[in-house]
């Protein structure tokens, strides 16, 4: 893995939270947030919704894949008055799987500008980490 030296200055244009809206994310939050402040970058509260319903019922399927929106939407606007002061954007994907959704999050914010990336995962319990994911070495985010 890719170090950055004490002497490397970045300076991200935006700043990716994903988010679960687990406890979590929820902490994870005011210091996504206040990195975005201290660097003056566009926080983007990132979230991935998929749908958990193997039910055969279409019509009931409908009504809870709505419910699921419905829900992440309250959810995401919740996030967003959390970031009121600090320039940011919401975004939620619709997808089977999260991470080619984040994947695919990681690389337009690579191809558009320096980016950080704060991550929370409730599920499995708090995994905190920042990843400084640099133009110049987009490996550094590589496994």
């Known amino acids: 893995m890719a170090t950055i030296g004490a002497e490397t200055s970045i300076s991200p244009k935006k700043i990716l939270y994903l988010t679960d809206f ?3 994310s929820k902490a994870a939050l005011p210091f996504a947030t206040a990195l975005a402040d201290n660097y003056g970058s566009t926080l983007i509260a990132f ?14 399927r409908t009504a809870l894949v709505e ?3 419905e829900i992440a939407q309250a959810e995401i606007q ?7 002061g ?3 954007q919401t975004l939620i994907d619709r997808g089977s799987k999260v991470w080619p959704s984040v994947e695919r999050a990681i690389n337009s914010l690579l191809n558009n500008s320096n980016s950080i990336i704060p991550k929370a995962t ?8 920042v990843g400084f994911l640099l133009k ?8």
Do not use: K, Y
């Open 22 to 24: 687990s406890n979590a």
């Open 47 to 60: 979230h991935v919704l998929i749908p958990a319903h193997d039910c055969t019922d279409s019509e009931l």
């Open 67 to 69: 419910a699921d929106e």
């Open 78 to 84: 919740h996030v967003d008055s959390q970031m009121a």
């Open 86 to 88: 600090t320039a940011h």
């Open 122 to 129: 409730g599920a499995r319990g708090i995994s905190l980490f």
């Open 136 to 143: 110049r070495d987009p490996s550094f985010c590589s496994e």
